[in-house]
């Protein structure tokens, strides 16, 4: 099994920036790929920027340029920069975790709010 626990949500206002982390624990070693997500009231969660299985990044169009994935191997986290920030970014932003030990699971940690707002 895999524990996540993200931070670095709050309020912000339009134009800021913010830093999202995500640690990891556990079977760290079953971890396949790893990114971000964001659900809104009403909403699916949808993706916002991942990192695939080969290391390359998969991001939604409304965040390119705006926001980065980035990890730290050595502290088993990863980080979404989000810079530009509009108030349509605001939601619950979600850390998932794939993992593959002969099939695939998902793991997802609590959220962490992100509300943009003058």
């Known amino acids: 099994q895999v524990q996540l626990v993200e931070s670095g949500g709050g309020l912000v206002q339009p134009g800021g920036s913010l830093r999202l982390s995500c640690v990891a624990s556990?079977?760290?070693?079953?971890?396949?790929?790893m990114g971000w997500y964001r659900q809104t009231p009403g909403q699916q969660r949808e993706l916002i920027t991942a990192f695939r299985s080969d290391g390359s990044i998969n991001s939604a169009n409304s965040v390119k340029g705006r926001f980065t994935i980035s990890r730290d191997s050595a502290k088993n986290t990863v980080y979404l920069q989000m810079n530009s920030l509009k108030p349509e970014d605001t939601g619950l932003y979600y850390c998932r975790a794939r993992t593959y030990v002969a099939a695939y699971r998902d793991y997802w940690g609590q959220g962490t709010q992100v509300t943009v707002s003058s």
């Open positions: 556990g079977n760290i070693d079953s971890i396949d790929s």
